[in-house]
């Protein structure tokens, strides 16, 4: 049985794109509608939304809802679709007849569900929450792990 055709290899690819394209455009075009002032130095590791919305001069208020919503929609489905794939696969595994086999297919999950956790937790850490929640210094540590220790 084959489950991934083309029209479904089609639909995934257009949508993984419209997505992609549409949760980076949307913010950039609303990061560029704000002012910013004299001081333009970035207290951060490289160029990213929380930091540039301390900078602004403007109010960022509906700037971070729409961040909000975005990041909280965008995660919260790919978190669902990555669990949901982790069960089919933990069902898959203990469909496996011998112990053995078991534990050695759980031990090599384990560490891909550990970075997943590692990832998702730092992402939803950095983005779904209001902008001036966290230091600055406490968003660099959160930065560096999902973009360095994953």
Known sequence: ITSMTAKLY???FVGSWVTGVFTGFLPCLMMYRLHFCSYNLIDHFY???PP???LSCSDTTVTEVVIFILSLLVLS???LLTLVSFLFIILSILKIPSASGRRKTFSTCSSH???VAIYYSAMISMYVRPTSSLSSQL???VSVLYTVIT
């Open 10 to 12: 089609t639909l995934l």
């Open 47 to 49: 160029c990213d939304i």
């Open 52 to 54: 540039l919305l301390k």
């Open 77 to 79: 489905s790919c978190f």
């Open 113 to 115: 569900l550990m970075v």
């Open 139 to 141: 968003n660099k540590g």
